[in-house]
């Protein structure tokens, strides 16, 4: 007997029509075929590795794993600040890989379950669009199959780019993937890119005693991040002995069979830097090749695909959601905009574009933010007030020997719109969806302010970070 809702069947998968084909299994896939299950649709999701695609194999999942490991080591070295005496602590490099391996691997099972679970299809293969409603399986067991259905949702979502003059060995040079697995931990590392995934491997390998040096083109870490934010971020890695090297410019990079040597200038001064590995954290690209055949002719921008406001392409029967239409290229973002396009698709309600959401970085301290920055509102010529809360006045925080950091809030004088909210401290991730919630909803600052937070707890920080838009914050 085969395990209840395995979709297996007698006729080939070739003789079959969907209701959806989706192409990907990332948050955006996997979450499109699960809603389609739902509303008891005929669904399929092919995807070329593992369910969950990047995200869950090769990002958000196996980091965070890391960074939790990180996050053990800082607080066992800070352990005598809570009166606690631990003594030599050593650490197991390739078990911290191994684990966040593992995280990975179950959370991959889990959607296989979840695809059971509503009776979704799901073919390991990579597969290519051959028109409205065709699909041909390119490569994998089952390669020259061809699936028919009314919808096809293309959810390939992006890569790692690549720097031309640093080509990756997977040991001397890597992007994030081949940093997830590497084999041996290095005893100095450069980062090239200070977004969220550059930070984040600062922040790890740091905590386990590598000497880490950011290289970054801008002239702030964080780059999309307010100004503020950053030079906070900056201080804090500099107290960590992660140095930070902004506004610079690479100009070689030669890379040795135990080293790759890298020339950068910075004001005008050239500088050589050599270090055992580096890192390239420089953004991400389209991931459509051999997505689609050369008849097909998706509407582009700059290599990601243009949708309409219920997520379809130029092609009628094609739609797009997650990564590959663009930024911002966040899961939370990509599995959104993939149930808006299916319930849009079978009528289900009218399709929502993302205009509110977070973003989050998970290096120490945290940061996530929602909404304009002030830099931003400036160039809008967005008149706003600013409210801030630091957590060194949070009980809470202060207990918790985690009070870096503030909560910042911007917000229309007259009306007490709420235009952004941005947090960097501990567990700043959780707390920014009180914030988007209230944008989400038209709240106003007043009404944050007024609402009864438990204390203590560091949200009490979000109230009174509202209250200080109007100099009420009690405690500051």
């Keep these: 007997m085969l395990p209840t809702g395995l979709a297996l069947h007698k006729k080939t998968m070739s003789e079959e029509k969907y209701d959806l084909i989706v192409i990907g299994g990332g948050p955006a896939g996997y979450a499109a075929a699960i809603r389609a299950g739902q509303l008891g649709k005929r669904a399929v999701c092919v995807e070329m590795e593992r369910a969950g695609g990047t995200c869950l194999n090769w990002g958000c999942i196996p980091s965070k794993a890391l960074l939790k490991s990180a996050e053990l080591m800082a607080n066992i070295g800070n352990a005598e600040a809570f009166g606690i005496k631990v003594g030599s602590v050593d650490y197991d490099f390739a078990k911290v890989i191994e684990r966040s ?36 399986l390119t490569e994998g067991e089952r390669k020259g199959e061809k699936l028919a259905a009314d919808n096809i949702l293309i959810a390939t979502g992006c890569r790692a780019k690549q720097l031309p003059f640093l080509p990756v060995d997977g040991e001397r040079v890597m992007t994030s993937r081949e940093a997830l697995v590497m084999k041996q931990q290095p005893k100095s590392v450069a980062i090239i890119g200070s977004g969220a995934i550059g930070v984040e491997f600062a922040y790890f390998l740091n905590a386990f005693g590598t000497d880490v040096t950011i290289l970054e083109i801008l002239p702030q870490l964080v780059p999309v991040e307010d100004e503020e934010v950053a030079k906070a971020l900056e201080r804090a890695f500099k107290k960590q002995k992660i140095k930070s090297e902004l506004g610079i410019g690479i100009k070689s990079a030669d890379i040795g069979d135990k080293s790759v040597k890298i020339e950068y200038e910075k004001g005008g001064k050239a500088i050589s830097l050599e270090v055992d590995a580096v890192i390239q954290a420089v953004g991400v690209q389209a991931n459509l090749d051999g997505a689609l055949a050369d008849s097909v002719k998706l509407e582009t921008d700059r290599g990601f695909l243009v949708v309409d406001g219920r997520y379809q392409t130029n092609i009628a029967g094609i739609y797009a959601a997650g990564d590959i239409i663009g930024p911002p290229t966040l899961a939370h973002v990509a599995t959104y905009e993939a149930i808006q396009a299916v319930n849009g698709m079978f ?87 009180e914030y988007c919630l209230a944008m989400g909803m038209e709240g106003t600052i007043d009404e944050i302010h007024h609402t009864i937070h438990a204390h203590p707890t560091l949200s009490e920080a979000l109230m009174e970070a509202a209250a200080a838009t109007a100099d009420e914050a009690i405690h500051i």
């Excluded at 179950?106 to 299809?121: T, Y």
């Design 101 to 136: 391996r593992g995280v990975a691997d179950q959370m991959a099972k889990g959607i296989e379950f979840l695809f059971k679970k509503n009776k979704v299809d799901y073919i390991v293969a990579k597969a290519q669009v051959k028109g409205a409603g065709s699909v041909e």
């Design 347 to 433: 009528g289900q309600s009218e399709p929502k574009r993302v205009t509110n959401f977070p973003g989050c970085t998970y290096c120490n301290p945290q940061i996530a933010s929602t909404g304009l920055t002030e830099k931003a509102a400036k160039e809008q010529g967005i008149e706003y007030k600013v409210g801030k809360f630091p957590f060194q006045a949070s009980g809470k925080a202060v207990a918790s020997n985690a009070a870096e950091g503030f909560v910042k809030v911007l917000s229309v004088p007259d009306t007490g719109e709420i235009l952004g909210a941005h947090i960097i401290g501990h567990d700043a991730t959780e707390l920014i969806a």
